[in-house]
């Protein structure tokens, strides 16, 4: 097959080589309309810029971004703490932007990141915009994906087993005599959604708990659809006996419904949630969790982006899946 070159790249686009050389090696001004087509070939025609060649070309803009879902979850921002420290240390700049769950923006994101003239970046994806993401690799731009895949492109990743969280989390109140659980889960549109949901579900078959859809509610990872979920268990007929929540940002929603239909945890109903325990410290009675290695997380995203960026020879993408860890609080009751 003959090797695609950057000639190949221009005519598909209808640029000109100057220009297809300006997006590749993140040097000097093309219009975002331009920057589009660019790209689109890039990856249409399977463009591979050539590393020796870009390092010897390009210099460093010394700007590092990091786009994240959710600036206002206490758990993603520590994360982005321990990562700006390290971008600090190799003497660069963080820049921050948020994408709120929403494919469009972090597309519109990804745009302004390129334009940006990143050195890398450390996302927690959509789980959406794939190409666009393989696009920027085929640039040599590092790629530090956290918390969630981009679905069909290989980066370096660092993860959550959130499938064995959720299992492990509807085994332990099943332990307890659970046997009527609420489940008030995210959405399927990414890798964290999907293997949470998926966890849960399983527990629930292996165990042979019925699996009974009315107690079972999507909340998109949001706290007022958390919130209406948790209503509508509550005042079913038959309510469940416990809830597993599989987010924090849901899990407030989760508390604030409880409290508003004058119930108590766990006397009248029993709470376990998957999340970082730092926001639930002052909460009573004390939370059952199955809990993120937050600091770990942060501190290894941190060495893999550092190694892309200081280590001159090549290497395989690297994956680390962390098992989270049940601590046991006073929210969930036996029966």
């Keep these: 097959m003959k090797k695609v070159t950057i000639k190949d790249v221009a005519k598909d ?3 000109s080589i100057a220009t297809v050389s300006k997006v590749i090696n993140n040097k ?5 309309s331009t ?8 990856n249409k025609l399977g463009y591979s810029v050539n590393a020796n060649a870009r390092s010897l070309k390009a210099a460093k803009s010394n700007k590092i971004a990091v786009l994240t879902s959710d600036i206002s979850n206490p758990y993603l921002m520590s994360i982005a703490k321990d990562v700006e420290e390290m971008i600090r240390s190799l003497n ?3 820049l921050l932007l948020s994408h709120n769950d929403n494919p469009e923006i972090e597309k519109t994101s990804l745009k302004i990141i390129i334009e940006q003239q990143v050195d890398a970046l450390v996302i ?3 789980g959406e915009n794939g190409d666009l993401i393989e696009s920027i690799k085929k640039m040599n731009i590092p790629v530090i994906a956290i918390d969630r895949e981009v679905d069909e492109v290989e980066t370096d990743l660092i993860v959550d087993d959130n499938y064995f969280g959720s299992y492990e989390s509807i085994k332990y109140l099943y332990q307890l005599g659970h046997k009527r659980i609420g489940i008030i889960y995210g959405h399927q549109k990414n890798s964290i959604g999907r293997d949470r949901f998926t966890g849960a579900i399983a527990a629930l078959e292996d165990l042979s708990i019925e699996t009974d859809p009315s107690l079972i509610h999507p909340a998109d990872f949001k706290e007022d659809l958390a919130y209406r979920a948790t ?3 509550l005042m079913q007929p038959t309510p469940p006996t416990a809830i597993y929540s599989c987010n924090n940002t849901m899990t407030a929603g989760v508390l604030k419904a409880i409290r508003d239909q004058d119930m108590k945890i766990p006397e009248d109903i029993s709470v376990i949630a998957f999340g970082d325990n730092s926001q639930w410290e002052l909460v009573n009675p ?3 969790l199955m809990t993120q290695p937050t600091k770990r997380i942060g501190i290894e995203a941190s060495i893999m982006l550092k190694n892309r960026l200081t280590l001159m020879e090549r290497f395989a993408a690297q994956k680390k899946v962390m098992k989270p860890t049940l601590i046991k609080g006073d929210s969930c009751k036996s029966i």
């Design 13 to 15: 686009a209808q640029v």
């Design 28 to 32: 000097g001004y093309v219009s975002k």
């Design 35 to 42: 920057l589009d087509a660019v790209l689109q070939s890039i």
């Design 92 to 94: 660069s700049h963080m």
């Design 124 to 126: 927690i994806p959509t």
């Design 231 to 233: 209503i509508e268990l």
């Design 286 to 288: 004390k939370l059952t």
